[in-house]
């Protein structure tokens, strides 16, 4: 009779392991999406920016769709082995780049605008 608690320890076990690692790529892959998510929105709206501003040299928006190349080319090459923390650090400096760069378009329509600085 000893040999039926041991098997369902070990298939509870294993059980734990499997859903263990199956929620942990499943974390891992949110957090993938949610940078890619973050990576098209703020690419998008540099390019509504540029629209705006009319500018193609020496500008933030080139600025930071060059930094938004660089970001690309580093998820396609580590993206896959990357831990859930790279992933979140690499959308957190995402969005923060976006809010200075609305933070700078919007001071530039105030300013287009005569309201001043």
Excluded: C, K
């Amino acid at each position: 009779m000893q040999p039926i608690p041991s098997l369902l320890l070990a298939t509870l076990l294993a059980a734990a392991i499997v859903l263990a690692w199956r929620h942990r790529v499943r974390r891992r892959h949110r957090a993938y999406a949610r940078v890619l998510d973050a990576a098209d929105t703020f690419e998008a709206r540099l390019r509504i920016a540029r629209a705006q501003l009319g500018q193609d040299d020496g500008d933030p928006v080139r600025d930071a769709l060059q930094e938004m190349l660089r970001q690309r080319l580093w998820l396609q090459h580590n993206g896959s082995s990357a831990d859930v923390a790279a992933l979140d650090a690499m959308r957190e400096s995402i969005e923060q780049v976006q809010a200075r760069i609305d933070r700078q378009l919007a001071r530039l329509a105030r300013v287009r605008a005569g309201g001043g600085a």
